[in-house]
C-alpha cells in the first residue's frame, strides 16, 4: 500500500458517529440534488397528459359566396353570434386564408366538439355557404412544459438540497478534522507537504459526490426497469421509458456529483488553514 | 554541520525576537540552548528545522541555506530532521502505532515500518508499554513517545524543545541519561530548556539565549 492510500484509510479510520452522520446526509442530500435534476428530464408534465383534458376544440371556417350582399352577411353574422354553441365569431375575407378563393368567411369557435358538430350541420343547411373546413385549434401546451410553480419548486429544491449538502458536508469536515488534527500536525512536521494532506481531503470529497451520484444511477436505473417492465406505464414517468436517456442522465449525474464532491472536498480543505494544524505551537 | 549567522527575527507586531543571532553546532555535538521563557528558543528551532519562514540572515544545515530553500527542498530537510515539540502531545492510539504512524507516511511498508518502531521503543525504553494508549502514559513517558517519534525514521539532527518541561527531578535525570546515550557521540542534538539541567548537561556545550542574542555559558 503506497503513502496516500495509507494516509486516506487513515483518515477515513478518523471518521466517528457524528462526523459519520454529517457526511451520509450530505451524500444523501447530493442525491437528492442529482435526483431533481434527472426529474427535468424524466417527469412528463402533468397537464400534458391530463386524461380529464377535452381533446382540442376546432375552429370552424365557413366560406361565404361572393354573391352574398353585405346586408345578407351582417344577418348571417348577428345570428350565427346569438347562437349558444358559439364561442366567437369573425368574419375575414375568404384570400386572408386561401389565396385563390374569393368572397368572405367566417371563423367560429364552437364552446364544445359537440356544439361544433351541430354548427357544422347547421351552416351545411344555410344559404351562401359555399364550403366548410374544420381546422384544429393550435394548443398553447403542445410543447409540454412544466408549469412555472412547478419549475420554481424544482428549483428552490435545487438550492435547498445543494447548499444543505455543503453546509452539512462542512460540519462533517470539521468533526472529522478536529479527530485528526493530531496526524495533520506530524504529517507536517515529518515534512509531509500540506498540499498531499489537503489532496486526502479532497480526495474524500469526491468519494461522497461518486458514492451519491453511482446511487442516483443505480436508482434512476431501477425506476427505468420498474416503468417499463408495466403494461401500461405510468405517464408521468413516460421520460423514463428511454434507455438512452437514462444512460446519458446517468453519466452526467456522475460527472455532476464528482465535481460537487470534489468541491465540498475543497471546502473541507480548507479548513486545514487554521492554526489548531500548525505543527508548532 | 549548522552554521547560523546574522539572524533576525521580529513578530508582526514588530518586537524583535532574535537580533544578530550567531551559533554554530558541530556533527555529532549534543548542545543544550539555554534561556527563560520567551526568549525565542523554541523560534529558533522552529527555523533550524525549517518549520518557520526566516525573514532575515543564514541558516546552513546540512550545507544548505534554509532561507533560499525551495518548498521541496524544505519538505525534504523537515524529513531528516527529527523534532520534539514544546508540550508534545501523542496521538490518540497505541504507543507502538504513533511510531508507526510517523514511519507509514514516511514511506515505509508495514513491516519496515515494524522493525523499526520496535527498535526505536527499545532505545527509548519503552518497549513494555508499546500497546498502551499513548495519551494514557506518565509524563516520562509521553517525553520518551515524543523522543521515539521524533528519533525513528533516523535523522540527521534531532532539536527537542522542552523535553524536561513538568517532570521531577530524577525523570529529568533519566531523560538526561536517554540523551546522552543516544546522543552517543554521532547524532547531532540540540536541547532547548528554560532548566531545569541534567547533571550530564554539565558535560555538553551549553550556550543561552538572552535579549534575543546568544551568549556562551
Redesign the interface.
Given at each position: 500500500?503506497n503513502?496516500s492510500m495509507?494516509?486516506f484509510r487513515?483518515l477515513l479510520g478518523a471518521i466517528r458517529a457524528k462526523s459519520a452522520t454529517y457526511f451520509a446526509f450530505a451524500g444523501l442530500l447530493l442525491f437528492l440534488f442529482l435526483a431533481v435534476v434527472a426529474s427535468f428530464f424524466l417527469l412528463t408534465p402533468v397537464e400534458a397528459i391530463d386524461p380529464d383534458a377535452q381533446e382540442p376544440i376546432e375552429e370552424i371556417h365557413a366560406f361565404l359566396s361572393p354573391r352574398l350582399s353585405s346586408a345578407t352577411i351582417d344577418e348571417r353574422y348577428l345570428q350565427l353570434r346569438e347562437r349558444v354553441e358559439v364561442a366567437s365569431i369573425q368574419f375575414r375575407f375568404a384570400q386572408e386564408l386561401n389565396d385563390s378563393a374569393s368572397g368572405g368567411v367566417f371563423v367560429v369557435v364552437p364552446v364544445s366538439n359537440e356544439a361544433a358538430a351541430r354548427l357544422m350541420s347547421e351552416l351545411a343547411r344555410t344559404e351562401g355557404v359555399t364550403e366548410i373546413v374544420e381546422v384544429a385549434q393550435q394548443q398553447a401546451d403542445d410543447e409540454a412544459e412544466f408549469s412555472l410553480i412547478v419549475r420554481i419548486g424544482l428549483l428552490c429544491a435545487l438550492v435547498l438540497t445543494i447548499s444543505g449538502s455543503f453546509i452539512l458536508v462542512r460540519l462533517g469536515y470539521r468533526e472529522l478534522l478536529e479527530?485528526f488534527a493530531?496526524?495533520v500536525r506530524?504529517?507536517r512536521?515529518?515534512?509531509?507537504?500540506p498540499r498531499s494532506i489537503s489532496v486526502l481531503v479532497v480526495g474524500f470529497g469526491l468519494l461522497i459526490g461518486v458514492l451519491a451520484s453511482v446511487l442516483h444511477f443505480v436508482v434512476i436505473y431501477l425506476v427505468h426497469q420498474i416503468v417499463v417492465s408495466q403494461a401500461s406505464p405510468w405517464q408521468v414517468l413516460e421520460g423514463a421509458t428511454r434507455g438512452w436517456r437514462i444512460v446519458g442522465i446517468g453519466l452526467v449525474g456522475i460527472a455532476l456529483g464528482s465535481i460537487l464532491g470534489g468541491l465540498m472536498g475543497l471546502l473541507g480543505a480548507s479548513l486545514l488553514h487554521a492554526r489548531d494544524f500548525d505543527?508548532?505551537? | 554541520m549548522i552554521q547560523v549567522s546574522e539572524l533576525h527575527f521580529s513578530t508582526e507586531d514588530g518586537v524583535k525576537v532574535l537580533e544578530d543571532v550567531h551559533l554554530h553546532v558541530e556533527q555529532g555535538e549534543l548542545l543544550y540552548l539555554v534561556g527563560p521563557a520567551a526568549s525565542g528558543k523554541?523560534l529558533l528551532l522552529?527555523l533550524l528545522a525549517a518549520?518557520?519562514p526566516p525573514q532575515r540572515g543564514q541558516i546552513l544545515v546540512h550545507g544548505r541555506n534554509v532561507v533560499r530553500l525551495g518548498?521541496e527542498k524544505v519538505?525534504?530537510?523537515?524529513?531528516?530532521?527529527g523534532?520534539l515539540?514544546?508540550?508534545y502531545?501523542?496521538?490518540?492510539r497505541t504507543v507502538h502505532d504513533n511510531v508507526v504512524?510517523?514511519l507509514?507516511?514516511?514511506?515505509d511498508y508495514?513491516e519496515q515500518a515494524e522493525e523499526k518502531a520496535m527498535l526505536t521503543l527499545e532505545t527509548t525504553g519503552l518497549l513494555r508499554q508499546q500497546q498502551l494508549d499513548a495519551q494514557e502514559l506518565s509524563s516520562i513517558d509521553r517525553i520518551r513517545l515524543g523522543i521515539a517519534?521524533a528519533l525513528c525514521?533516523d535523522p540527521l539532527l534531532l532539536l527537542l524543545d522542552e523535553p524536561f518541561e513538568g517532570l521531577t527531578e530524577e525523570e529529568v535525570e533519566g531523560i538526561g541519561n536517554l540523551l546522552h546515550r543516544l546522543h552517543n557521540g554521532h547524532l547531532t542534538m540540540i536541547v532547548a530548556t528554560r532548566g531545569p539541567l541534567p547533571r550530564m548537561a554539565h558535560e555538553a556545550r551549553r550556550v543561552e539565549l538572552v535579549d534575543g542574542g546568544v551568549r556562551a555559558r
Open positions: 500500500m503513502t495509507f494516509l487513515e479527530v493530531g496526524e506530524m504529517l512536521l515529518s515534512g509531509i507537504s505543527p508548532l505551537p | 523554541s522552529g518549520q518557520t518548498t519538505l525534504e530537510l523537515r524529513r531528516r530532521i523534532f515539540p514544546q508540550g502531545l501523542p496521538l490518540a504512524f510517523k507509514r507516511a514516511l514511506g508495514r517519534i525514521h
